[in-house]
């Protein structure tokens, strides 16, 4: 008999996940060669080779030779197995039954480690799961812990931290919130300039809580960004350097969508190649840090929203000793003398604290939550703090209440603490009012639905959805910007239901009124002026209104011609994304599958992309070689790992004509249209050259009858998108 494998498989455990009842199996695969290595699996996995390969045969010298009655043979062999039935979950944090915390590395409960735990962690080997700290096998030093708490509230200056620190201690307790007692928790919005200490006083409390030191970025896949806010619902989530305008935008799109959906506990769905979806629960608690704010108003409301000050941590102050004292860092004393503290174990404080919540009652919990609520009410009462709506009243509870379990905590080991959050003492007080002030504008200011518009054409300009001298012109050396609303609103709108945001959108007839009310104040300059070339215009002081929206006069540059936004060239395509494209059929191929009516490949002036087309019976369309089409609403997928642009009965097709979005006009080197789209033309000269230099490149785009302005604009755009540093042979030298 013929070999197949060179690995044997253990079932260490059959597992039934606690959110939707998908059964899978935790193995050991044990080499003939090598260390054994663990495995969680769905029985799918034994579908098809390709998936056993990329699912179990991971290992450095692990092979599989067989097929599908093979595959078939070792399925039933592992289910045949004897094996302890557990349930399961990919969330990190607490279990169903709150008596449970469930992180990668084992199970805890108030006594610790669990050797026989009911609920167990399913590894799908995201980024997250890897940053996790907290092992059996660590030797902790337990004995740091009660210094921990003692300097943790004093590393910063208390008004604009103390809501930090009550929002990472609350976190655990996030399922109960959701579950419970309000179906919401706050995100948690950290800005600050360059040497403010965001990342090294987040550092500290990430650790302090079970996680690592390196924080995830924003800027990553579509489906990176899906598994990272799906993976916890009780241990912080943190993303670092939130800089939206150096990230793709459909990526920025897609990480608020989910830091909305994950406030309250929604869903998010990914289809697969091979027509199947997969469900995820959406329920990390999530820290977003970086020097600019959240601008959606919806994500603003459900946030706690803080701002730290650069010049806090210099050296001599009390928070720079109280950091050093904790990272283990060199520091001066009053003085003058120069200490080399030893770092304090901060794993061992998220130990303790998770294994004291654990043994918390629960009514007791729920009383101190249902006391916060409270109290935050009667703080805003008295220093008379208006217009903040429930979710951001929550926000502000969930702080005092972290900040309460610290205290418990903390006073349950007799640890002597500088706040007293349950008497609301001034500091404790003071940080809730920094963050009460955010959330209504600065200075008591609240943000108006007339802001949330400004704001919006600025970005509707910026995405090239507004038109100069159609829509806007700037005038007074761009001091000020004058818009015809009319012609705007639609246009605005149109970028609101593109990019799905929540932002609420009034008639035209409303925001005519809201700029008569602001006409005497703010930075309103003019309700109605007659404004050549684009007529009656609404005028907007740029730097005024900069000082309380996102915007200002680098959004209206103009000049730059590229495709509207909803038509997106091929070489930018992200497995995960949803999307149009204009393409050519460049060819196509047989394809033998039930499901499975058309494969080949597309192509536009950017490369070339294979497609599949779904069968769905009288509804399938069908592609012709060499014909031009729209296909609005395609899903970009992976097949034998290069990418696939999947088409289904969802997908619209349309025929259009060569040189429409990114596709080559037809006789290109002759074509007037080139003229009149600068980014063709590159594309066009890159199309049969094997690269060359920026300046010659433009000097080329000019030969073609472009002007040297529009040229160098139009290149210098296209480098910055990345729309031609890959394409099959289309680059710069």
């Known amino acids: 008999m013929d070999e197949v494998t060179n690995f044997t498989l253990e079932t260490d455990a059959r597992v039934e996940h606690a959110d939707d009842g998908t059964k899978m199996f935790k193995l050991t695969v044990v080499p003939r060669d090598g260390e054994p290595y663990q495995v969680d699996v769905e029985p ?23 097929h599908k009655k093979a595959l078939t043979d070792l399925r039933e062999l592992v289910a045949a197995q004897e ?9 990190m944090g607490l279990n169903e039954d709150a008596d449970e915390f469930v992180t990668p ?14 609920t167990v962690h399913v590894e799908r080997g995201v980024d997250v799961e890897r940053k996790w700290s907290l092992s059996p096998d660590d030797d902790l030093n337990k004995n740091d812990v009660d210094e921990v708490l003692r300097l943790l509230p004093e590393i910063r200056p208390t008004d604009r931290y103390l809501t930090v620190l009550g929002w990472f201690y609350a976190a655990p307790l996030e399922p109960r919130f959701l579950e419970e007692w309000t179906g919401e928790y706050p995100l948690l919005s950290i800005t600050g300039d360059t040497g403010a200490g965001k990342t090294s006083t987040l550092s500290v409390l990430w650790r302090a809580f079970g996680m690592g030191d390196e924080p995830l970025n924003m800027d990553m896949s579509p489906f990176s960004q899906l598994a990272s806010f799906s993976s916890s619902c009780g241990v912080p989530v943190w993303f670092d350097e939130y800089r939206p305008a150096d990230v793709n935008p459909r990526r920025v799109d ?9 406030t309250r506990g929604a869903t998010d769905s990914r289809g697969n190649a091979d027509r199947t979806t997969d469900t995820y629960r959406i329920k990390s608690p999530v820290v977003v840090s970086g020097e600019q704010q959240f601008q959606d108003a919806a994500l603003r409301r459900r946030s706690v929203l803080v701002h730290f000050q650069t010049g806090v941590a210099d050296e001599g102050t009390d928070t720079r000793r109280a950091y050093a004292q904790l990272v283990g860092e060199s520091f001066e004393e009053e003085d003058g003398a120069v200490c080399y503290p030893e770092p304090s174990d901060l794993r061992a404080h998220a130990y303790e604290y998770y294994t004291w919540l654990l043994g918390q009652d629960a009514d007791t919990v729920e009383e101190l939550w249902r006391g916060a609520n409270e109290d935050v009410k009667e703080v ?8 903040l709506d429930g979710s951001e009243r929550t926000a502000l509870a969930v702080t005092l209440f972290g900040m309460r379990l610290y205290q418990c905590f903390a006073e349950e080991r007799g640890v002597s603490v500088p706040i007293d959050a349950d008497a609301v003492d001034d500091e404790v007080e003071d940080s809730l009012l920094h963050a009460a002030t955010n959330a209504t504008g600065g200075e008591g200011r609240r943000r108006s639905h007339l802001d949330d518009f400004v704001e919006l054409v600025g970005y509707a300009a910026a995405d090239g959805y507004l038109e100069e001298d159609e829509h806007y012109t700037l005038i007074r050396d761009g001091e000020v910007l004058r818009f015809n609303l009319s012609r ?16 609420s959108l009034f008639e035209v007839s409303e925001y005519r009124n809201r700029l008569k009310d602001a006409a005497d104040n703010g930075y309103v300059e003019t309700v109605s002026q007659n404004t050549p070339p684009i007529n009656r215009a609404v005028g907007v002081y740029l730097e005024e209104a900069g000082e309380v929206v996102d915007i200002d006069s680098s959004m209206f540059g103009g000049g730059v011609d590229l495709p509207p936004q909803h038509d997106v060239p091929l070489n930018t395509l992200e497995e995960g994304d949803t999307t149009t494209v204009t393409v050519e059929v460049w060819d196509e191929r047989d394809m033998e599958s039930d499901n499975v ?6 192509e536009d002036a ?4 294979d497609f599949v087309v779904w069968d769905n019976g009288d509804e399938t369309p069908t592609l012709h070689p060499e014909t031009t089409y729209r296909l609005e609403g395609v899903t970009v997928g992976t097949y034998d790992d290069a990418l696939q642009v999947q088409i289904d009965d969802r997908t619209e097709v349309e025929e259009v004509a060569r040189g429409t979005g990114w596709l080559t006009p037809e006789d290109a080197g002759d074509n007037e249209r080139l003229i009149e789209s600068p980014q063709l033309v590159v594309l066009e000269e890159l199309r049969d050259d094997e690269g060359f230099g920026e300046d010659e490149l433009v000097e080329r785009v000019e030969e073609r009858g472009v002007d040297e302005e529009d040229a160098e604009a139009t290149v210098e755009t296209l480098l910055t998108e990345g729309v031609i540093l890959r394409n099959n042979g289309l680059r710069l030298a």
């Open 44 to 66: 799918r996995a034994f579908n098809s080779r390709d998936r056993f390969e990329n699912e179990v045969v991971t290992g450095f010298s692990t092979w599989f030779r067989g």
């Open 83 to 91: 094996s302890e039935v557990l349930e399961g979950t990919e969330l």
């Open 105 to 118: 590395s084992g199970t805890l409960n108030e006594d610790g480690w669990m050797d026989e735990p009911e």
């Open 254 to 262: 897609k990480f608020h969508d989910l830091c909305r959906k994950t």
């Open 380 to 387: 805003l009462e008295r220093h008379n703090v208006g217009g």
């Open 488 to 503: 705007a609103y639609p246009k605005v709108r149109q970028y609101h239901r593109d990019h799905d945001l929540t932002t």
């Open 597 to 602: 009516a058309q494969v080949g490949t597309l």
């Open 606 to 609: 950017t490369g070339r992309v």
